[in-house]
């Protein structure tokens, strides 16, 4: 059935949005229905600094270094604020105050009492989402409906999680003795940055330990302000230290001698490097590396939904996701269809300025990741793979990628191997069941995957034989603090998120 839209006199339209996917499949064509009228977040409400040093000790304070680099809005490529960069002087200094903080005040609070600091964090995250909002869009790119719908809400779920077990450690571990390990470094990366900042934190905190924490250096802000909010909590002074920079700040804290744990969430690469400089040391570490996750379309699965998660697990924060679905795998006899009303609904997605409300994808995070995902868009055509992409506009200034995807891929191709990290699809078709066990296993990685079918037994037989630590049933990228996330092979090793997730914070005697 046609569907025709009456356009609204106040607006100027021009894309029919598709719905949940109902009317699509047939004639009913994209960018020739309505296109919305802008719908701006405010940034009135928020403060940011022009300049932001260390949070060492409870207290912002200048780099020893003396150095400081900008922070870019990657969708405008206007500078924000200026950002402290951290030398191994100050790292050290950073981890001195952890380790004052840990052996006079921290390790020796009762449990209860650390689980209070935790839920203020966590009442106080909720309380300026907004501003956290609109500074993870402002800084990272990300559209302000995921930012505010997804980032911020998460981040304050994990506070919330990890409060509840601070003083229940003998309870999750019956018959052990949790003992917290001391002082954790954490580094994460850019594509979730006060969410990963609140995966490392809780947890730390909940039991026991004490944290210095590096933000990846195109994305800094919403770290120093969950520094400021840590001020304000009254949470004891270097119970929590953030030290800003590049690749560089993060190797001070992985080598140096009074850390005991690492937690780092990045690039596979950076993770061999962190696993070689602490081998033969004591320190615990989880390491959560790239993703090339096969997302599997069964011919009896839902296509209407099933193409909704296609484009979730591909373009859900522009593709900048270590469980992105990156590899699709169609059942033969549903090709044709899912491709086509895939291709439909690519070209309703709008590409745009993250803080307006209408937007899909936003910014690339930086021109760096811009060139890496633009160079891979490149190796596929060249590899002999049939490109396509939807044909949206594109701001001006800023960096952007419309979204992207490539047929005919063979497994061997460098694009359905390599982790793009950008909103690029390789897709493949198979026949059978282990036909697509075998394609989806045939990988590097190990992190995530996802089954859409209508079948319950054909989704404990797949999930049974993937190798990957999470899979994704009729569903993809959905998240939750009590459920463990973490990979195999060169996805790393640890987990983060529920029980799991304490363990690593944990020394486990008897
Ligand atoms: P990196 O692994 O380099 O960055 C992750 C974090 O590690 C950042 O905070 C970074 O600092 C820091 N870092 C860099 N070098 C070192 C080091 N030698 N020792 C300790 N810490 C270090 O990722 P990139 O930003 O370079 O992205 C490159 C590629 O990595 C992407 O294209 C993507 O494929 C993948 N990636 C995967 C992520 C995931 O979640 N699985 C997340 C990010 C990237 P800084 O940013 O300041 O340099």
Same mark, same amino acid.
């Given at each position: 059935m046609k569907t025709k839209l009456k356009p609204l006199k106040t607006q100027n339209v021009k894309i029919l949005s598709p719905g949940n996917g109902s009317g699509i499949d047939g004639s009913l064509k994209f960018n020739e229905g309505w296109e919305y009228a802008?719908?701006?977040? @405010? $940034?009135?409400?928020? @403060?940011?600094?022009?300049t932001y040093g260390l949070f060492i000790g409870g207290k912002f304070v200048k780099p020893l270094s003396g150095k400081y680099f900008d922070t870019i809005n990657?969708? !405008?490529?206007?500078?924000?604020?200026?950002?402290?960069?951290? @030398?191994? %002087?100050? #790292?050290?200094?950073?981890?001195?105050?952890?380790? !004052?903080? *840990?052996?006079?005040v921290w390790s020796k609070m009762p449990d209860n009492e650390r689980g209070k600091y935790i839920y203020r964090i966590a009442r106080m995250i909720q309380e300026r989402a907004r501003e956290f909002a609109v500074i993870e869009s402002m800084d990272g790119g990300k559209t302000i409906r995921e930012s505010r719908d997804v980032d911020v809400p998460l981040a304050a779920a994990h506070f919330f999680y990890y409060a509840g077990w601070a003083d229940k450690l003998k *309870?999750? /571990?019956?018959?052990?003795?949790p003992h917290s390990l001391g002082v954790a470094g954490q580094i994460v990366p850019w594509n979730f940055p006060l969410l990963m900042a609140a995966w490392k934190i809780a947890p730390a905190l909940a039991t026991g330990n004490t944290v210095v924490i590096k933000p990846a250096e195109t994305t800094s802000l919403t770290c120093l302000k969950l520094a400021e909010l840590i001020q304000e909590s009254g949470l004891p002074d270097g119970v929590v230290n953030v030290v $800003?920079?590049?690749?560089? $700040?993060? +190797?001070?804290i992985v080598n140096h001698p009074d850390v005991n744990k690492i937690a780092f969430t990045g690039s596979t690469e950076v993770g061999k490097i962190i696993q070689n400089a602490i +081998?033969? @040391?004591?320190?615990? #570490? $989880?390491l959560e590396l790239g993703g090339k996750a096969a997302n599997i379309i069964m011919d009896d699965a839902p296509?209407?939904? %099933?193409?909704?998660?296609?484009?979730?697990?591909? *373009? /859900? !924060?522009?593709g900048h996701v270590c469980c992105a679905g990156s590899r699709l795998f169609i059942q033969e006899d549903v090709a044709n269809t899912v491709i086509r009303k895939l291709k439909d609904r690519m070209q309703s997605l709008i590409v745009g300025d993250p803080l307006d409300k209408n937007t899909d994808i936003g910014a690339i995070n930086s021109k760096e990741q811009l060139n890496t995902i633009n160079n891979y868009i490149k190796i596929g055509v060249e590899e002999g793979a049939s490109f396509y992409q939807s044909s949206c506009k594109l701001p001006d200034k800023g960096y952007w990628c419309r979204p992207t995807l490539f047929l005919n891929v063979s497994q061997s191709h460098r694009i359905a191997n390599e982790e793009i990290f950008g909103p690029v699809l390789a897709v493949q078709t198979f026949r059978t069941v282990e036909e697509v066990i075998e394609k989806a296993n045939n990988t590097p990685y190990g992190l995530s995957a996802g089954i859409w079918t209508d079948k319950g037994a054909k989704i404990f037989h797949i999930t049974g034989k993937l190798r990957a630590g999470v899979i994704w049933a009729n569903t993809y990228n959905k998240f939750d603090p009590s459920s463990p996330f973490g990979g195999y092979k060169e996805s790393g090793f640890g987990r983060?998120?529920?029980?799991?997730?304490?363990?690593? *914070?944990?020394?486990?005697a008897g």
């Open positions: 802008p719908a701006l977040e @405010s $940034t009135g409400h928020v @403060s940011i600094k022009d990657p969708a !405008n490529e206007q500078r924000i604020a200026r950002i402290a960069k951290a @030398s191994s %002087a100050d #790292v050290d200094k950073a981890v001195k105050a952890a380790r !004052n903080a *840990y052996v006079k *309870y999750a /571990f019956p018959g052990r003795k $800003t920079g590049a690749g560089a $700040t993060g +190797a001070a +081998a033969g @040391s004591d320190k615990k #570490v $989880t296509l209407d939904q %099933a193409v909704e998660g296609i484009i979730n697990g591909i *373009y /859900f !924060n522009q983060e998120g529920g029980l799991h997730g304490l363990a690593a *914070y944990l020394s486990l």
